[in-house]
């Protein structure tokens, strides 16, 4: 046997051995789903089994149920509302505490990327009264607004790293030209961070819209304020859980990130990797 | 109005919503969390009563509940970080290799890291009940009937193994990302130099891979110390106290038992316990990375 032959072979065996602990790494996920198109009877009938005949029924029961439709908005706008803010407030932040270096921005840096160390759960008994107080509790755009305080350590402190490798003369140049810092940062500067703004915009996707104990303290008492991982969290009780419908449910739930990550999954590893390396 | 007063001007205004909202979301609860530890108070009724540092007291002499989940947290992170990290490292070595449809393996082992913890903690509820049941029935082996989840003593693996489960994607892209970072002509020349595959892997690739396990180490303990939605979506804690991290108990003292104040107690020492846990292990790391 030649070299070439030896190589090939033990690439074979390796690309097999990596198959098989890739089917049984994903195969809980793939219960999951193929669960979700039974009855209850089927399910408990055999786990391992393939449906007998897809059944759809759990999914019309499950999203009249939960109002599929507008629990999937909710996530969005609280999304959306979260990352808006996330990134205009860091980056604007972040421009001029850069630029500028005297004791006030030193401080105000120190300030605002400091809480990254506070972790959530040492907060959230006095955070739920500080929201009550405040009107933020109980709404999908209080909610939104509350992940602008918890986003914006992290995300200042990734556009600072940033910002740091745009050259100033940029900024010169502009003032030359007669603009205002804030036409300079709008024009200038922000289309500059683009590649660092898809860093932020994945992280912050991804912890927003599968947060769970932010949501369950602030928004979980009414139906029209759920999210979509509070309703999967709903259906599935302590003693006799309905599991085809918690399944479904909870299919549903991942189907939106599912499909997003197959048709972006470069730019969210990208942004991952960015992320944790420059956070 | 003069340049400099402008340029101040400036500065604060572009800065000053940041820093409104972490006083208002970060900095404030915190403070009032300081300041309720030191209280007796229901959550509902108006005032606290001030009563010392009788809080910390309790939980850390008279109950045994805070410092137990102290420690299943100290040893759910230590778990946690070994084995996300070594599993990681060889997963990403194996996928670094050149063949055909690596990104889909690699998309594979990421699909667990995009859902949520809480539908992931669900899903093996649903397998180590459900699941287990079947396996067992079809092979006979004395793995499948173990009650994984309601026995104290085997909870911690349950829980343990479910988290490394669900991160793993994410340390192996950021391995990835390190071993491709690796210089090729510096492995070349330990070829040249007649270093054999495994003495190249664990004497050139690995202290070259210095800033990536500082990374994943730091982002691990930290994932690990905060662990919450797992637990809560597979356990609630149990059976009993067996599972039951700090953040689990600080959640079950305010919500369940409506011991605000001593809730905030709790936090203050978990917030503690994390700060020195992670400055302690940043340092001991900072001091190891060879540089190229």
């Not at chain 2, 109005?1 to 915190?30: D, G, Q």
């Amino acid at each position: 046997m030649t070299l070439k032959q030896k190589r090939l072979i033990s690439k074979i065996f390796m690309v097999v051995c990596l198959t098989v602990v890739a089917v049984i790494y994903i195969y809980p996920v793939f219960l999951m789903v193929v669960n979700s198109f039974k009855p209850f009877g089927e399910i408990i009938a055999n786990v391992l089994a393939m449906p007998k005949e897809p059944d759809l029924s759990n999914y019309t029961y499950v999203i009249d149920k939960i109002k599929y439709g507008k629990l999937f908005c909710n996530n969005v706008i609280i999304t959306v509302i979260g990352l808006i803010g996330i990134i205009a407030f860091s980056s604007m932040a972040a421009y001029i505490l850069e630029r500028r270096n005297n004791r006030y921005t030193r401080f105000v840096h120190t300030l605002v990327i400091t809480p990254m160390l506070i972790p959530f759960q040492a907060i959230m008994i006095t955070l739920l009264k500080s929201m009550n107080v405040l009107h933020l509790s109980g709404s999908k755009v209080g909610l939104g607004i509350q992940y602008w305080g918890f986003g914006v350590p992290m995300a200042t402190f990734i556009f600072y790293n940033f910002m740091k490798t745009i050259p100033r003369e940029l900024d010169e140049s502009a003032k030359i030209d007669g603009a205002s810092t804030f036409r300079t940062f709008i024009s200038v500067i922000f289309p500059l961070l683009k590649s660092v703004t898809i860093t932020v915009i994945v992280l912050d996707v991804m912890w927003i819209w599968n947060d769970f104990l932010l949501p369950l303290l602030m928004v979980n008492s009414s139906n029209e304020t759920k999210t979509l991982v509070l309703a999967a969290y709903t259906f599935v009780g302590q003693m006799n859980t309905k599991w085809n419908y918690a399944l479904t449910a909870m299919t549903l739930a991942i189907v939106p990130s599912v499909i997003v990550f197959i048709l972006l999954q470069k730019y969210i590893v990208e942004g991952v990797v960015a992320g944790a390396v420059k956070g | 109005m003069k340049r400099k007063t402008r340029e101040n001007l400036e500065t604060v205004l572009f800065s000053l919503p940041a820093v409104i909202l972490v006083c208002l979301m970060m900095y404030l609860p915190f403070v009032l969390s300081g300041y309720y530890s030191l209280t007796k108070w229901n959550g509902i009724s108006k005032d606290a009563v001030f009563i010392g540092t009788e809080n910390f007291k309790s939980i850390l002499v008279d109950s045994r509940d805070f410092t137990s989940s102290l420690w299943f947290t100290a040893k759910y992170t230590f778990v946690f970080v070994i084995f996300s990290n070594v599993f990681a490292l060889m997963l990403a070595v194996v996928l670094t290799k050149k063949f055909r449809g690596a990104n889909f393996y690699r998309g594979i082992f990421f699909i667990p890291y995009i859902m949520s913890m809480t539908i992931v903690g669900f899903i093996w509820k649903f397998i180590f009940t459900n699941g287990f049941e079947k396996l067992y029935e079809m092979t006979e082996m004395g793995v499948w009937n173990l009650s994984w989840l309601g026995d104290s003593s085997l909870v911690f693996y349950a829980v343990a193994f479910v988290g490394v489960w669900q991160s793993l994607g994410f340390y192996i892209v950021l391995y990835i990302a390190g071993l491709q970072a690796v210089p090729a002509d510096v492995l070349e020349a330990a070829t040249v130099d007649g270093a054999t595959g495994s003495q190249r892997f664990f004497k050139v690739t690995l202290p070259l891979l210095g800033p990536s396990f500082t990374t994943c180490i730091f982002m691990s303990l930290t994932n690990g110390l905060k662990v919450f939605d797992i637990i809560l979506a597979l356990t609630k804690g149990g059976p009993g106290t067996a599972s039951n991290s700090v953040t689990m108990q600080i959640y079950k003292e305010a919500f369940t038992n409506n011991n605000y104040g001593r809730g905030s107690a709790e936090s203050i020492l978990y917030f503690l316990f994390v700060l020195v846990v992670t400055q302690v292990v940043l340092k001991a790391f900072n001091r190891k990375e060879v540089d190229l």
